[in-house]
């Protein structure tokens, strides 16, 4: 089974510090991704990377960056955190295909609070 | 937007009966995906539909797929408390290969026992 690891469950930090969320996958996965969910908004697109070191912006890249240092582990910075960063994170990945877009793993979320 | 829309945006339904769900979009299509939430958790793939199929089954899932309409919808059949969550469906753009999802609002399933 594809297992999807995110650092922690839950985080509360002040505003202003450096924060990092860290996701590890380990089915050999290319694609990984976060999504920021808030409720009445959805699931968003933050951040996507189709290979060690490759990232993509996705549709909320504002306020972060991301970092891909080895294939199977994909963090998600938050280089001076906001209030209005206070939201659940998901991390996903997928197979990379030539053909076609395949589902997505995700990991159990970390609700951050940043106060 | 190409974020699917679903409907209605909350069921409530006895254990036993059967729980529809639609989702509408508006561009075309390379396939669509349904996803469920339980509370606090992340989410996890139900079934994938591509454009050139109608139909598909998973157990008690059942998803069809009118891309004239641009709509799908999401069946389960005899519900059990444990259905209880939020259902997401996902479209992905025709460019196909890697193409992102995008995630509708979602739908609050509660199955009463």
């Known amino acids: 089974d594809v297992k999807v690891t995110q650092s922690s469950r839950y985080l509360v930090k002040r505003t202003g510090e450096k924060v990092f969320l860290e996701c590890v996958q380990d089915m050999d996965h290319e694609n990984m991704f976060w999504y920021r969910q808030d409720p009445g908004l959805g699931l968003r697109l933050i951040y996507f990377?189709?290979?060690?070191?490759?990232?993509e912006k996705g549709d909320i890249p504002e306020g972060y960056s991301v970092s891909r240092e080895k294939k199977e582990r994909f963090s998600l910075i938050l280089e001076s955190a906001s209030t209005n960063q206070t939201s659940m994170y998901l991390c996903?990945?997928?197979?990379?295909?030539?053909?076609?877009?395949?589902?997505?793993?995700f990991g159990p979320g970390t609700r951050l609070t940043v106060t | 937007s190409q974020q699917g829309e679903e409907d209605p945006q909350a069921l409530s339904i006895q254990e036993g009966e059967n729980a529809t769900m639609n989702c509408s979009y508006k561009?075309?299509?390379?396939?669509l995906q349904w996803y469920r939430q339980n509370s606090g958790r992340g989410l996890v793939h139900l079934i994938l539909?591509?454009?050139?199929?109608r139909e598909k089954h998973s157990g008690r899932l059942r998803v069809t797929l009118d891309t004239s309409k641009k709509s799908s919808s999401l069946l389960i059949t005899a519900s059990r408390a444990a259905d209880t969550a939020s259902y997401f469906c996902a479209t992905v753009l025709p460019a196909g290969a890697n193409s992102k999802l995008t995630f509708g609002k979602g739908i609050t399933l509660s199955v009463r026992p």
């Open positions: 996903a990945s997928s197979f990379l295909a030539l053909a076609e877009t395949y589902e997505q793993y």
């Open positions: 539909i591509r454009s050139n199929e």
């Open positions: 990377s189709y290979d060690v070191k490759m990232k």
């Open positions: 561009t075309s299509i390379n396939n």
